[in-house]
């Protein structure tokens, strides 16, 4: 049963410290997609790579947020420094065509609380 | 821009109710239309899907007829289990790879 990975599950950091959170796509699928989850603001997207580029993060705050796919198994998600109000569950999806017709298979996200 | 708008939760049932979550959306063209299901822990999962006017997304006793001219997308089963305890997720995608998603109704069903 193929699924999303990611790690970690839950992390608990202190303001200023650096995050960095890792995700395993479906072995086979060219489209990764990171989204962040909060009550006041429902699921956005943060950033979005095909075939291992980014091809858009107008989502992420630039300043602090950069997000990478050293290979097709990896991608990774850091904050630097990290602040309370990134406090948040931070998802991972990919899929496995056409971005515009295909499903996108979540993860189990990373629950990131900074203190 | 596309936006998704769904029925505020909390909702809570009785085991064999049926149920019903609104969704409306406002969208230039036609977009592709989704319900996702997060359960407790866990990732988001697509419960059913329509790609155009008048298609009805189907699974798991679920159902949702995609309405063109109310620009609706509303959610139902017509005898729920406890096991349908989740948040629902209203999401719709225009001719991109961006999915828009509504604030999610959380559901509780009671034995």
């Known amino acids: 049963d193929a699924r999303v990975t990611q790690t970690p599950r839950h992390k608990v950091t202190e303001m200023g410290q650096e995050v960095t959170m890792r995700c395993q796509p479906i072995?086979?699928?060219?489209?990764v997609f990171w989204y962040r989850q909060t009550m006041m603001q429902g699921l956005e997207l943060l950033a979005y790579?095909?075939?291992?580029?980014?091809?858009?993060d107008s989502g992420m705050p630039k300043d602090r947020f950069s997000a990478e796919m050293p290979d097709a198994t990896l991608a990774t998600l850091k904050i630097q420094p990290s602040e309370p109000r990134d406090s948040a569950v931070y998802f991972c999806?990919?899929?496995?065509?056409?971005?515009?017709?295909?499903?996108?298979?979540f993860g189990p996200g990373t629950r990131l609380t900074v203190l | 821009g596309d936006s998704v708008t769904q029925m505020e939760g909390p909702v809570t049932l009785s085991e064999e109710a049926f149920l019903t979550i609104n969704c409306t959306y406002t969208a230039t063209g036609y977009p592709s239309l989704f319900w996702y299901v997060q359960y407790p822990g866990e990732g988001l999962q697509l419960l059913l899907k329509a790609t155009k006017a008048d298609d009805k997304g189907s699974n798991k006793g679920f159902e949702a007829t995609y309405r063109k001219e109310t620009t609706s997308f509303h959610l139902e089963k017509g005898s729920v289990q406890v096991s349908d305890s989740a948040v629902y997720f209203c999401?719709?995608?225009?001719?991109?790879?961006?999915?828009?998603f509504g604030a999610g109704t959380t559901v509780t069903v009671r034995a």
């Open positions: 790579f095909r075939n291992r580029a980014p091809l858009d």
């Open positions: 999806a990919s899929g496995s065509g056409q971005p515009s017709t295909d499903t996108q298979y």
């Open positions: 999401a719709l995608r225009p001719n991109d790879y961006k999915l828009s």
């Open positions: 072995l086979g699928h060219n489209t």
